[in-house]
């Protein structure tokens, strides 16, 4: 009786083996097919031209550097952004935004304004909570080159269209927060995973740290010029 026994128990567990190997190849096919689709989502992600996101350009061309101006104060205001989102789709092909523009081989994009004037912005990364980092430099036609740190996002959702009537998806960049620097200010500006800081210059003896919730000073051990 004893052995009898055993043999059940022995097929017993040779079941469970199975039962046990077979769930585990069900489990890993699965998070193969979860992972790839996940890649597959990712790379259709990458090479869609409408989202902007991927590298801070829309339709395939960097974004109009007059549609980045819109977050600008005047210069001679001390105030900040009054202009807090632009609608990227309404301004894509419009007459409005139809000036040409240069784009550089270091990534600046510009556009020479009347009366001297110009205005310029370049991408500088992006951080982990999505947000990208541009620096700019706004010139009024003087001697002046002011420049800034703008931490702007994108959004989309559904908004009325040209008619008022029909609604339509739409893609909107919205500027979070603007951080002066100075008149041809020479600082280095490095985008870290949660933070940016901004090297020394003239307008600052110690290198500042860029967190969303409070700035702060490099200690000495941590400056990086």
Known sequence: MMLRLRKKQSRAIERANKMSGTKSRFLAGWAIIVLGSLMLLSQAEAADPENPDHDFRFHGKPIHPLLIKQFEPWISDTRPPITVEVNLTAAWDSNEYADGFKTGSNGVASIDLPDGASYAYRHLGRLSDGL??????????????????????????????????????????????????????????VVERDHVIVGKSRYRAEPVVLKFGKDRTLPDKQKTN
């Open 132 to 189: 990208h980092v541009l620096r700019t430099s706004d010139s009024g036609g003087g001697s002046g080159v002011f420049e800034a740190i703008l931490f702007v996002r994108f959004r989309t959702s559904l908004a009325y269209l040209a008619d008022g009537v029909k609604q339509g998806e739409q893609i909107f960049l919205q500027v979070v927060r603007r951080y002066p620097l100075g008149d041809r200010d020479g600082a280095e500006v």
